[in-house]
């Protein structure tokens, strides 16, 4: 069974950075194409970034470009990278993987099979 776990939320004041990692517990999850959503009350779960298996690709939200940077480790662990917050990046953060490495990133929340619970981010102006 894949288990994600998150870490790394908390509040903050605009402006600030704040790094969430991502821990996979499968001893194949090096080969998983990783994403990162976030949901904001009263709203839908929308996509935030994704990473290819190796690190090469990345694939961003409009949204978040040039203010987020998503990496990843072998260990695997998978980070966000969140700098410049705005009030408007206040959500819950959830961590995402599939096994499907060979198929193209997508923003699309369909295209991830595994979910972790959640690490609330909380921006204040």
């Known amino acids: 069974q894949v288990q994600l776990v998150e870490s790394g939320g908390g509040s903050v004041q605009a402006g600030a950075s704040l790094r969430l990692s991502c821990v996979v517990s499968s001893s194949t999850a090096s080969t998983y194409r990783m994403g990162w959503f976030r949901q904001a009350p009263g709203k839908e779960r929308e996509f935030v970034a994704a990473?290819?298996?190796?690190?090469?690709?990345t694939f961003y939200a409009d949204s978040v470009k040039g203010r987020f940077t998503i990496s990843r480790e072998s260990t695997p662990t998978v980070y966000l990278q969140m700098d410049s917050l705005k009030p408007e990046d206040t959500a819950v953060y959830y961590c995402?993987?599939?096994?499907?490495?060979?198929?193209?990133?997508?923003?699309?929340?369909?295209?991830?099979?595994?979910w972790g619970q959640g690490t609330q981010v909380t921006v204040s102006s």
């Open positions: 990473i290819s298996w190796n690190g090469g690709d």
């Open positions: 995402a993987a599939d096994r499907r490495s060979w198929r193209p990133l997508s923003s699309n929340r369909e295209e991830f099979a595994y």
